[in-house]
């Protein structure tokens, strides 16, 4: 159903794969306003469908494949895309976002979401031409790696049409089809990886997708949208962060960074700092590797490294898998990381879990709780475990299931690094415990980026003090609402990144960032105030320009206090879904690791005080001491009538 909004193409469509056949599932302007898109909307589609008794590997279970009305708009990094299910990681709300092409040519294709149910009778993948549903066999396909599946899918596709097809294609590895629980779906080279998306698709016996169209994106003001796209862009480019850091370096520029302030992962968790941290840090890559800086469509910042594999040109590993490979695991060899990288996302497989399950299995065997022949610091074996974890072959039967099923069944689970069954990034909370605290409370399990990242206030940008509970449970509210809401639109969560005045972070020692820091911890009811009442905050921020361009592209108008409670509304709907599954205040939890053991013996601070934060957090977000919204909650937010 079209609308008066730009930014949508008017359409949402139900696909079932057992009978293939295709239908418009109903979606109003009501709706565009309430739930935007994205994984807002997703939750919203599961929130309707689902009633807390379905199975990740069932019919009845979904998968949302949902873009932004910002995507196909112009707007700097904003080619992402959600798909959202019910995790087989977690048995909760699994929302995994990517950057291939694949959301912008959906929207090329007419539609705005695609809602996946039931199961194909044999391994198949669906084609998708301007808004044309088919669904193929693809026996031939089944077992393929993923970058040989894309290829494969491609040839099909324009041997059938008779010439190039400019398309997005999504598809799974080995991983996938075994049903490793943290398996991942692959577009070009960007990887939906977290909470085993990908292992959904293999219990439907579904390949992949394909996405062709030639419908443009209409939007509302085309002039102020091209030069606010301009301005923004300009001002990306301009910050030191989008602009000189990250398109320098990459996120790889944080492995230094988390080393000098003691929060780089090491030797699963076990310390927060790495000896030989230079051999795998963003300067080593830039300095001897990097090929070429590459970005996703429509994106200023470029932060993705090129380096070569066995001749072959390829993305370079990301800060976590560098974190999680190197120092993680004892290993400082570079181009082995690189190599494992590469191995991974073509086998499928969720990086961040793939090397938190190894240092687990790592530590189990040196403990003597399951002898495995995984050693820290020995690598001759690791490439053959991620083979024969995506096969299910001998041990990677076992490391297929992750770190929290591995720690049921041999022990070791206060080294067992994950929050809801989902491994954690490489950021070592315990001299960051706003960190920590965003990990325990995410609704997809450990994961930096749902959780809030509020680490950037904590070392990575602003210098606030690590330690300290004070205010860190409102201000990782307010960074999930406006993280929920970015993801929402469609765009990259580095746009946020330029949300702190450059000065701060060129100046961290200058007198308005000393103040800045120091006052932070003691404006927690400031904060909580606008979380409470975003209606208050009915401006435009200077260094925020997404809410703006929600106005001229979609004519949707959009204060920075609206756009807050919308993204409060989507995080909040998650949970209540998760809810449903069983998740409570029970759930919200770290490894004793992480909450009992400090970092520094000598520093007792050096530990994250979860339950005082969390206490503090429920009573932000108007939740019930059980962890749950309450009711007066979920009608304020328009969540239940």
Known sequence: MSGKYGGYMGRVVLYDLSTQTAEEYPWTDEDRELWIGGKIMAAKILNDNLTGKEKPFSEENLIVISTGPLTGTGAPSSSRFNMSTLSPQTGFIASSNCGGRFGYYLKKAG????????????????????GKFTLHEAGDLWGMK?????????????????????????????????????????????????????????????????????KSVPVTDPEKTKA?????????????????????????????????????STKNYNYGQYEDYEKVSGEAIAEKYNLVNKGCLTCPIKCARTVEVEGKAVKGPELETLGLLGGGIMNCDLPMIFKW?????????????????????????????????????????????????????????????????????????????????????????????????????????????????????EGLGL??????????????????????????????????????????????????????????????WA?????????????????????????????????????????????????YVNSKFGVSEKDDALPKRLTDVPQDPKDPSTKVPLAEMKKT????????????PTEKTLKKLGIIP
């Open 111 to 130: 539609i705005d979401a695609l809602i996946i149910k039931g199961r194909c009778e044999k391994p198949s993948w669906l084609e998708i031409d301007n």
């Open 146 to 214: 993923t970058g040989e599946a894309q290829e494969a899918l491609r040839k099909k596709v324009e041997e059938e049409k008779k010439r190039p097809v400019k398309m997005g294609q999504l598809v799974i590895g080995p991983a996938g089809e075994n049903l490793v629980k943290y398996s991942a779906v692959v577009s070009d080279e960007r990887v939906s990886g977290r909470a085993g998306v990908g292992a959904v698709y293999g219990w439907k016996n579904l390949k992949g997708i394909t996405a062709a169209g030639t």
């Open 228 to 264: 606010w796209c301009k301005k923004w862009f300009k001002y990306l480019r301009n910050h030191p962060l989008t602009g000189e850091q990250l398109p320098k370096l990459g996120t790889a520029a944080l492995v230094s960074q988390m080393q000098k302030i003691g929060i780089l």
């Open 341 to 457: 990288n590469y191995e991974l996302d073509e086998l499928g497989l969720d990086t961040i879990s793939a090397a938190s399950t190894l240092a687990w299995a790592m530590e189990a065997n040196e403990k003597g709780l399951w002898k495995n022949g995984l050693e820290f610091g020995k690598t001759d074996n690791v490439s053959k475990t991620f083979e024969d974890i995506a096969y299910r072959r001998g041990i990677g039967d076992e490391l297929a299931e992750g770190s929290r099923r591995l720690s049921e069944k041999y022990g070791g689970k206060e080294f067992a690094i994950h929050a809801k069954g989902l491994e954690l990034a490489a950021y070592d909370p315990r001299r960051a415990v706003g960190q920590g605290l965003g990990y325990a409370v995410s609704n997809r399990g450990g994961c930096h980026l749902n959780g809030g990242y509020l680490v950037i206030m």
């Open 463 to 524: 210098h606030t003090d690590p330690q300290t509970p004070k205010a860190k449970a409102d201000l990782t509210m307010m960074f999930q609402d406006l993280m929920e809401m970015i993801s929402a639109t469609g765009q990259c969560l580095f746009t946020s990144y330029a949300f702190f005045p450059g000065f701060l972070i060129t100046k961290p020692k200058g007198v308005i960032a000393t103040i800045c820091n120091k006052v932070v911890p003691h404006a927690g």
């Open 527 to 575: 904060i909580r105030l606008i979380n409470k009442h975003p209606e208050i905050a009915c401006i435009h921020l200077p260094v925020f320009h997404h809410t703006k361009m929600m106005g001229y592209a979609l004519g949707m108008p959009m204060t920075f206090g609206k756009y807050l409670k919308t993204g409060e509304r989507g995080y909040d709907l998650e949970r």
């Open 617 to 628: 957090y429920y009573e932000a977000r108007g939740w019930d001491e059980k962890g749950i």
